[in-house]
């Protein structure tokens, strides 16, 4: 991935120097450093605060308004070796995985399906590392600075397809194929129903992710959310009709924040809440289901 805004690290005294990559997880950015500078017992700080994991990485990228962004690297023999602490990625780095085996272009349908499985799997443990901080920073400006918290909506777009395009590339890799074989295979199957659900259950892994339902969130109060949803839907449809489609792929991100302001809860909390309660499926449901149905559809074909 070839980096927006240059980063760079500098090991105290020395010049800085600029990593070929931008981290997506704290990870990564301790084995850049440790390739770039060689340092194994170190502290990463942005500014003056210590940079030790995911979040504050993301938070450091989501602060950072310059042209380049710089880490500061203090070696102290007193912080745990990242040489250590990453015995056992690196050993099971070095098992070498089954190659999968190409046909005329393409994989099997078994092995597309795998793949399509590890690769939603990989993506939704980075998302589960990131998503607070993207989260934070659109409920800082939703409902009080639309510019500002459609920039923020689209940062987080962004990051979720750079991201997936990193752990596309990786998993394929580990499988020794291209990227472009895995693309080529989903063309190949686009008609086949298993690969367009695998492939939808993969999408949704990069904007959900698995949380506990908290005890507060009853069914009750479930209800209340949803007949408020349906209603905002409607009331703010009516009032903006999608135009393009960036309209549509903010409307996600809207109904979330919304409901987080409103009910304090976020969009995987109560997803968690309609998977217990069994929204999609359960009869009792649908008078809501047909009413947030109807809320979208009406406003969408009236737009056309």
């Known amino acids: 991935m070839e980096a927006q805004v240059h980063i760079l690290?500098?090991?105290?005294?020395?010049?800085?120097?600029?990593?070929?990559?931008?981290?997506?997880?704290?990870?990564e950015l301790c084995n850049l450093i440790y390739k770039s500078t060689g340092a194994i017992h170190f502290k990463v700080k942005y500014r003056d605060a210590i940079i030790s994991n995911t979040e504050q990485l993301l938070t450091a990228y989501l602060e950072n308004k310059e042209p380049t962004l710089e880490f500061v690297i203090e070696e102290e023999l007193s912080m745990p070796s990242y040489i250590g602490s990453s015995i056992q990625n690196v050993s099971q780095s070095l098992r070498?995985?089954?190659?999968?085996?190409?046909?005329?272009?393409?994989?099997?349908?078994?092995?597309l399906l795998a793949l399509i499985e590890e690769i939603g799997n990989a993506a939704q443990k980075r998302v589960a590392e990131t998503y607070k901080s993207f989260l934070n920073k659109r409920q800082e400006f939703y409902s009080i600075d639309e510019g500002k918290w459609q920039l923020a909506a689209f940062e987080h777009l962004q990051f979720q397809e750079t991201l997936l395009a990193g752990v596309l590339g990786d998993v394929c890799k580990q499988a020794g194929i291209n990227p472009l074989i895995f693309n080529t295979s989903c063309r190949a199957n686009e008609t086949d129903q298993e690969v367009r659900d695998s492939l939808e259950r993969m999408t949704t892994k990069l904007i959900q992710v698995n949380v506990q339902k908290p005890e507060s969130l009853t069914k009750e109060v479930f209800h209340q959310i949803m007949e408020y949803q349906s209603q905002f839907l409607e009331n703010f449809l009516q009032r903006n009709p999608p135009r393009f489609p960036a309209d549509v792929i903010l409307l996600h991100f809207r109904e979330g924040d919304e409901l987080m302001k409103i009910f304090g809860y976020d969009e995987n909390e109560i997803s968690a809440a309609m998977s217990e309660f069994k929204f999609e499926t359960d009869g009792e449901w649908e008078p809501l289901r047909k009413k947030l149905h109807d809320a979208v559809e009406n406003c969408m074909s009236g737009s056309q």
């Open 96 to 111: 070498q995985p089954k190659k999968l085996i190409v046909s005329n272009g393409v994989i099997s349908k078994a092995d």
């Open 9 to 27: 690290v500098r090991l105290e005294d020395e010049e800085p120097q600029e990593l070929p990559a931008v981290p997506l997880n704290i990870e």
